[in-house]
């Protein structure tokens, strides 16, 4: 177990970060009213409620996935032997939201009368209570400052940035506003774009800093340390904010090692820089990527993987052991308290949900509940009741109580509700692990079968007549072998990060008779193979990197060379077809050497044609509500 | 029917109105990728989407009411004969959204794979094209400017004014910008409080306009016209926002009527305002108050309701009677587009929806849409998707493919989905009028209920023998009648406003030996009597005027003379139990004659125990989120 909670250091105070406006927000004295909600007897007539029989829905149901419904990856530590037999696609349960519950415990209380009224800016308080403890017990069980982090669900990560933009950063207007004051963000220099078009609008200076294959770079020019110690501040504040993905990076799909994770730690502690981790596919972490990409390579094996993360006297466990195997937050190193971590159920449930929770120190906290209270108030009580009764155990009591709900008032078309309320269970948190564990082995699956395809079609290999003339069966042939494109298998995440060597292209640098593309280099020929693999017979969409690019420079520089491939959105029997239209489509393209069937390629891309605008043109096509 | 669209002006350019963060917004051009999304047999792996497969859930199911479970009001015009017997409160329907619909048509397509899916700012596309259709051609068939508003679902309106706020507002902070830019936001003496805590933060100066019987004041002293037309710009920009509720104002249960709304409409064309209209209760019109308010003091009949939005040669029907029952909105009088109209479904459905609507000019309506994409996204597909079987009505293909889908893949648990499934048929249209007659039958005998009891309860006769000594039965007694409290029945909303004549009070300005009350004057007998109700063997929570006072003099000046009572949210049975408790507790604190007593009572209120927090600390005690 860990060292008691208070044996450690508070955390720091960061209130300094604070925007003008949140330093504004009033704190909240509703622990004053409590004493009056809570008379025994009392009839309250002061809120402006309308009373639950006059809700329209009298139950909310659903069937729902056991969570043994998907394989997890061979090497699952809790099921050493997972075989194809643990995985059942239909075994489901019905769960039923009744209108009210005869319960005393609010956190047991999940029925109408609670998740469709007025609630809590922090969350509905069996959906709140569950996610904190599921937080700092099991996510997080080593947070270094005294009594841990505390928790607000969000209406989604989106809706957590936002409000971590609110809380720390002042609106910026040049020629209003001293350049001194304009706020920066860090970020990675290929990054999810939505949280840049979230910060712009504020007037924030995206910071890019240069990566390497593990990650964020701390040393050597353009790395964290370089950024923040040279900083000139007369090109703004030297930021004070940084947005980073940790696991199964978007787009890169890199894992950031607790090892790299303590440098860039360390270098923001430093600086005083407040570390916003966001992690929508933090139980994404794949086990078998080294391994299978070494074996697919014909490389020498890599060592088994060892988790770094395996309990040791100096770090507790989650209590579960594929929790155990991923590689913590920053939350587990953050001795300041500067660390804002966004969850969500985007892709543990459903993006639909619109539902996830900030984890951070309980005085960041409170300003965030500060802002809900303004903003959205609570996520939707008909997401956060459902998910409740997804997740939760059913007590004894909450089952009986169902059970008599069930033969008391459903009516005789769900008359059979009866039994399933007495058979149900809740996943629990031990079932809400288990449901992790198949999605990653799913997800793991899919990766694997297209970096294999993918790796297959990495090259085109020529074979031309030594002696063409030569009318000889037996004439000698000259084998090239070009790369079209490189990459590392993810080890975490939804994405494949691909650099196709443009530079191999027969056409490139070939002069275009287009005045706006005078020479084909990088920019259009990008452009180009993104159209050209939309067409028949190939018809796949893929996303360029210059729709990650922090910036127009690294759009210019090098946006180009990448593409980013998603192997968790198509139907199943799609995967394999995806990946194997993306390596005919590149192939077929490296076998174009007329510049206008280039060119037109470029026209299907619109009115502004211009190269910098290929990138732009694609990075706000709206990609944001498709789950980039 | 009105007027061809085209033939009315297009709405005025209202961008000069925006602030910095929302010009800065970059349009979206979602449009361009659409060619690429919709190539026949594309295959995506662009989009960071998870597979549908993965969502553990493999329907929503609810039951919910049949729209005639409640009674309209008698005079309701499309049921005259409306009696109890149209009433059936276990009456049902069972619904059920599947995982995969086969249907082509997007607004017919109501099932998982879309509602829990990433989805487009505006909102889920068969709600959006319900509640637009809704607003355009029911709510507000008449709106003046070419072409008609546009809509965008929002997380119910404290979010839609959040939004609002973004959208109009800079941020403003003192030394740092010019008093001649601090921005400002008018609205009435007494207000929904919790839209000027949204509001304050961002340096915003509120500016309350005086209010008489019929609502906001344009002539007068203090009236509309006279902030505007004199202000002083020493004191911060001439407010540019308005801010109100004009169908059961939120507190005093106001109605404005028809030309009130012009004659404010047009000072606010001739200042050129934004007039934001917050319209929680726009359904809870009470066509009896008036009449039954007569009856109850005696007094003489009113002429017979004349309903000012009948249909006429120049008012196209919305084709509903109850809804051209109900007062037309600022939007039928819009021919600038300065109108920002909040709607939800907090009272319609249920607080916890977290799901409402804007409704205003379409260039404004963009402006949302990007603002949603930066913050909330779209509201939870959980209850769009609910919401949408709920008031949709199944075409005859939906039941058929519902059925098959029940057959095919409900699990034995309820198997009897079948059924319901092939019975099924959502609200429409009608069903929701029908819905909110009803809702609004059942608020109107409640409110009816309670202002009976409480004109009865309003005065205290006091009676005393004119000759005390006389020892005969005989002896003649002095009757004397005070007025304890007085208020107009609510016209419309979930509220009585009272106004409490405190100056009755045996104890007013007696003097008080506690240093912070020398004085028992308005605020701390106003208090004390608040708190004095929830003591044995009243037990009554309501709220006072200084929670609604737009500002500390209001608070101060007259806050401290009003109770607001809800006669929406407690169970039916204590309705008017809690109106007899009131009277009860009202009458025995004018017995109190022990200053001692009144000191008892503002101990409760905490520490501070100043005058003027006893308004803030009851203010800001949360109330917000009680629907307040």
Redesign the interface.
Known sequence: MAASHHDKPPPLDMSHHYS???K???????K??Y???Q?P?????????????????????????KPK??TPSPNHPSEPAASASSSD??A???LAVPKTLHETDPLKKID?ST???????QGYPPLYSWVRQFTRENLHPDTPYRDGPEVIMT??A??GF?KTLSLFV??W?EG??DISERPGLLCEHFVYS?VL??A????VQVVPVKSDASGMAVKGRGGLEDVLANWDPSKGKRPNLMYTVTLGH?PTGIVLSVERKKEIYDVCSKFDVIIVEDEPYWYLQFPSAAVEEAKSHGQPLPPAPQSPTQPTPTRSSSGYPFLDSLTPSFLSLDTDGRVVRLDTF??T???????GWITAQPALIERYERIT??????????????ISE?VLSSSPQNQLARSTFSRLF????????T??AK?FTGWDTSGFVR?LAG?RG?YERRMTRMCRILDHGSTLVSASALHPSSTSEWSPLAVSKTTLFSYSWPRGG??IWLRAHLETHPLWLAPCPNPRFPVLNGPPLSAALMVWL?TKPF?????TGSMFSANDEIRKEEGWKYY?????????E?VD??AE??VQGVHEFWKVTDVRVVEKMLG?L?ASGEVRAVGE??S?????????
């Not at 712009?200 to 007037?203: K, L």
């Not at 459903?410 to 509700?417: A, D, F, I, M």
């Not at 018809?539 to 996303?543: A, D, G, H, I, N």
């Open positions: 003008v406006i949140t504004r927000r009033q704190p909240s004295q509703i004053q009213a004493k009056f909600f008379i007897g009392i009839l309250n007539i002061a809120g402006g409620l309308p009373n639950v029989e006059f809700f329209p829905f009298d139950t909310l149901e659903a069937q729902a996935a419904r998907w696609p239909a489901a349960n019905h109408l998740a469709l009224q007025y609630g809590l800016a209406c989604g989106t809706d936002a002042d609106q207007t209003v506003n939505n078009s979230q712009q609008p504020f007037g978007n985007s892709k449930v459903a993006p639909g949900c619109r539902l209270e303004s903003t959205t108030q609570q996520p939707s009580g008909f997401v956060q009741g459902l997804l459903l009516s005789s078309s769900s008359s059979s509700s039994d399933s058979s449901w999605l799913s939804m994405f939309t018809r796949v969409l893929v996303t980013r491939i998603c192997f968790a959105a198509e139907a199943e799609n077809r995806a239209r993306f299907e619109g043109d694609v706000r096509l709206g990609w944001y509500n498709m789950g980039c």
